[in-house]
């Protein structure tokens, strides 16, 4: 028997897609950006609020100009979170000698919060809900893609109509509606207080109506690779049906399916911002990055385009460039992975 | 399977669905904690209505029988053309019945209006798209193909109702351009006045009709941009590798005359193929669109009947869903049967042309 040298050993499944990957520079920019904006709305909220002196919810009521305009970036304002002068008209200065502290990217909007902190914590529960919704749709695309793709007929059949379904069903319409009915109910699940209020609900509702696409790459990848070579090798030295779904068809399907959900965390990222201008059916507590977007939008009863007057720039800036980097990320990391994976697609 | 049992059996399914997708929203409504009373009738939340207000009123618009019957009414109506009344703003003549928006004259203009939004800005994802794609495939790997593929990637990634209101924010340094609204094609009833007149004409016409619509346009291609240049490209570079391509070269064939006559044309399918499965996804954008420039058509008339501030108007969500699902499903049924035309293989079971397509739905 010949030894196989350890490097070519090496060579194979993971490893290459690592080397092919590590090739395109921005998926892999991508993928760095990614961890840091995890690793950041994981542990910075508490240490930003630390470091700063005041929280993500605490008001500024000096941040604010006559017109409401909040102040811009690097802004030092008086932290007083109420008025102490008597008069109630009097908004324009805070008493001397009131502490300052920094707003590192100025306000969020007319009650002059910080937008850096809210960001962080927006930036959490919009992520729970992309990665919560993704994970969700994506499972159950495997599940049934998986018995469409391998058992095929009527099986296949009564899959591919329910998919038909699903997608003929307009999502932004069903979550509305059943924001009112299902979503009241479990706005409160928290799961322990891993999750915040509303987001149990949204990767719910999202998840299960948008998992008719992985459910369609599953079948497609399942139903080519069941007459490969060596899934019939396989059935010939006896190995079961659950056997081979496990060890021969799923492996080659999860990359393929990883590359697809990270678009599909591009894509929840965006109808969450969506459902927060509808401000429609299911209403987060707590900011996310679709509440701050609403903070520079306005709502869909109220959409406001840019004005200089009433609003800062930076409001309307950073919320806007957060969600488009993230999805610009995600999308280019898939693609990275796409492109790893099928290295003869150019 | 011959052609013609194929496109029978397909129709029936999709008959099926649509039955079960308007049944489902009949279902979902009765689960809301919605008062149909309360819905017609509006006025405080907090004031109860008398019990025999609440009769004549759940009587007259059929709330009093179960479900079932409900629906079989609703489905009557429908096959005779009639979709019922919008439950907002209804009044009720004990002895003479109801007397309220017709959702079918309400639905029409809104249609209309949806449609021009849609298939004006397919057109012009199309002008956008296939020269990119032809370009970025003639020369794989080029900084073009590059720059266009990041700037598509941030039109997907910025959601439409940004790219609107940042277009509206823009239009106000540029009067010029309308920031939205709609004017019909044909002379409504009574004139109305234009801000923005092509010429000093009030407000219709197709030159106004079209001017008026190139904002939605605009934001409609920027969305879909990056998908469709996607997939067309990756399609006409495995196509040029074709052998055909290289006899047309051989003969003397331009490159312009190769791209545009020979590869092009069999690289539409899988175009065809997406423009179908992406129509739901079209359906969110063009709610957004029709938000954010003022445009009343199916998607604001969903807005409406869910905002409500008492309850959801149950017979316009139901038409819109009805509306919206033949749409898709419709649209899904024609190119399954266009391609079983094209290829008779199609129509053998268990045959999935949407395996010719991986990519992503935004």
């Given amino acids: 028997m010949v030894a196989v040298p350890a490097s070519s050993r090496d060579r194979s499944g993971s490893r290459l897609l690592w080397s092919r990957f590590k090739r395109d520079r921005l998926a892999v920019a991508s993928g760095v950006f990614l961890a840091l904006l995890v690793a950041a709305i994981v542990v910075g909220p508490p240490i930003a609020e630390r470091v700063l002196g005041h929280g993500p919810n605490d008001l500024f009521p000096y941040a604010v100009d006559t017109y409401l305009k909040p102040v811009g970036p690097l802004s030092r304002v008086p932290d007083l979170n109420t008025s102490v002068s008597n008069d109630e008209y009097d908004l324009g200065t805070a008493p001397p000698g009131t502490p300052k502290t920094l707003l590192i990217l100025g306000g969020d909007g007319p009650l002059g919060r910080d937008m850096f902190e809210r960001l962080l914590v927006g930036g959490r529960i919009s992520l729970e809900v992309a990665f919560g919704a993704s994970l969700l749709a994506v499972l159950i695309g495997l599940v049934l893609g998986g018995l469409a793709g391998f058992l095929g007929g009527m099986v296949d059949g009564a899959i591919g109509r329910l998919t038909d379904f699903i997608m003929a069903f307009p999502l932004l319409l069903l979550l509305i509606l059943l924001g009112n009915t299902v979503g009241n109910r479990i706005t409160f699940v928290t799961l322990h207080g891993a999750l915040q209020p509303g987001v149990f609900s949204l990767i719910l509702l999202i998840g299960i109506f948008a998992w008719f696409y992985p459910a369609r790459i599953v079948r497609a990848e399942v139903s080519a690779l069941k007459q490969r070579e060596f899934v019939e090798s396989a059935r010939m030295v006896g190995a079961g049906e659950w056997r081979i779904l496990r060890t021969h068809i799923f492996p080659h399907v999860m990359p393929v399916l990883l590359a697809y959900s990270s678009f599909l965390v591009a894509s929840v990222i965006l109808i969450e911002a969506g459902l927060s201008f509808l401000n429609v059916g299911i209403r987060l507590p707590t900011a996310s990055w679709g509440t701050l977007l609403t903070n520079a939008w306005g709502t869909y009863r109220n959409p406001q385009p840019y004005d200089p007057q009433r609003m800062s720039i930076w409001v309307t800036v950073f919320p806007t460039l957060a969600i488009l980097v993230t999805a610009v990320a995600w999308t280019l990391f898939g693609e990275g992975l796409r492109r790893a994976l099928a290295p003869r697609s150019r | ?362």
């Fill in chain 2, 1 to 362: 399977m011959n052609l013609g049992a194929y496109i029978f059996r397909r129709t029936a399914i999709a008959i099926v669905l649509l039955v079960g997708l308007t049944f489902l929203t009949f279902w979902l409504y009765d689960l809301t904690p919605m008062d149909p009373a309360r819905v017609v009738l509006g006025g405080d939340p907090g004031r109860p209505i008398p019990a025999d207000q609440r009769k004549i009123v759940d009587h007259a618009i059929g709330v009093d029988q179960p479900l079932t019957t409900q629906y079989v009414d609703w489905v009557k109506g429908v096959v005779h053309g009639d979709l019922g009344t919008a439950w907002q703003g209804l009044s009720i003549d004990p002895d003479n019945g109801i007397f309220g928006t017709s959702v079918t004259a309400a639905m029409m203009p809104a249609t209309w209006r949806s449609l021009s939004v849609v298939i004006g800005g397919l057109i012009l994802l199309l002008a956008i798209v296939i020269p990119i794609a032809a370009y970025s495939a003639s020369r794989p790997g080029s900084w073009f193909d590059r720059l266009t593929a990041i700037l598509l990637l941030i039109g997907i990634s910025t959601h439409p109702l940004v790219v609107g209101l940042l277009l509206q924010s823009l239009q106000r340094q540029w009067h010029w351009i309308p920031w939205g609204g709609y004017c019909p094609i044909h002379r409504p009833g009574e004139e109305v006045a234009s801000a923005f007149p092509v010429s000093g004409s009030p407000c219709y016409g197709a030159a106004n009709w079209a001017w008026h619509l190139l904002l939605p346009w605009i934001t409609f291609a920027v969305f879909f941009a990056a998908l469709y240049v996607r997939v067309l490209r990756t399609t006409l570079i495995d196509v040029l590798d074709e052998p055909y391509i290289a006899t047309a070269r051989a003969k003397g064939a331009s490159e312009n005359r190769v791209m545009f006559r020979h590869a092009l044309r069999n690289a539409m399918r899988p175009i065809l193929t997406m423009t179908a499965m992406e129509a739901g996804m079209a359906v969110s954008v063009l709610l957004y669109i029709e938000v954010v420039y003022g445009i009343g058509g199916l998607g604001r008339l969903s807005l409406q009947a869910f905002s409500g501030e008492v309850g959801y108007d149950r017979p316009m969500i139901v038409a819109i869903v009805l509306f919206i699902g033949i749409a898709i499903i419709g649209l899904n049924l024609l190119v399954d049967i266009l391609y079983a035309v094209v290829d008779p293989r199609v129509a053998t079971p268990g045959h999935d042309r949407r395996q010719l397509v991986v990519g992503p739905a935004a």
